[in-house]
């Protein structure tokens, strides 16, 4: 059985770092999906940073919304799965229009998924509830589906890793 490492901690705390460094020693065998989409020269920039960030020999798949079907296309070849991010999916699910009561089955179809796999999974999201109350209704929904699906992935991980200035605390640990 695989072990489902769930990674949270706010924006730029090092959690992809953390991520990536922990799956380069585990294996060379690792996929990566990507949930980021190119919205603007900017994020195009990042994108393309994160892509040469990587070892050119891990296998990287985008793939905004089907996370599931991203993985199972990766699985056979790879002994570790890194997710970056589950936030990213859940704001692609949200701009694309889905109801919230379906972003939280999908987030607990793929919580459920992993936890059954037989590779590692490396699963990053941001902590964002720790801030302000945000001033209009879709950031206070993103929010809040957010703190849930954190919640349910935690859930469902063997283990949980926090994030703040680079530096690891385990929540969790089977």
């Not at 992809?16 to 949930?35: C, G, L």
């Not at 957010?146 to 385990?170: C, R, T």
Request: aromatic share 6%; proline share 2%; charged share 25%.
């Amino acid at each position: 059985m695989g072990k489902f490492i769930f990674i949270i901690g706010g924006a730029r705390s090092g959690k992809s770092a953390y991520a990536q460094a922990r799956a380069k020693k585990q294996s060379k065998k690792v996929a990566f999906i990507a949930t980021a989409e190119i919205g603007d020269a900017e994020m195009r920039r990042r994108i393309t940073k994160h892509r040469n960030a990587r070892p050119k020999y891990w296998e990287t798949i985008e793939e905004p919304l089907n996370v599931i079907g991203a993985v199972r296309k990766c699985r056979e070849n790879s002994e570790v799965i890194l997710i970056d991010c589950l936030t990213l999916f859940l704001s692609n699910a949200m701009m694309k229009g889905l109801k919230l009561s379906a972003i939280q089955k999908n987030v607990t179809d793929l919580a459920r998924y992993i936890s059954g796999l037989t590779q590692t999974v490396f699963l990053i999201s941001n902590e964002v509830g720790l801030g302000i109350v945000p001033e209009n209704k879709m950031g206070r929904e993103f929010r809040d589906i957010a703190g849930i699906a954190n919640q349910i992935m935690a859930k469902y991980a063997d283990e949980v890793v926090s994030i703040q200035a680079g530096i690891p605390s385990k929540l969790k640990s089977l």
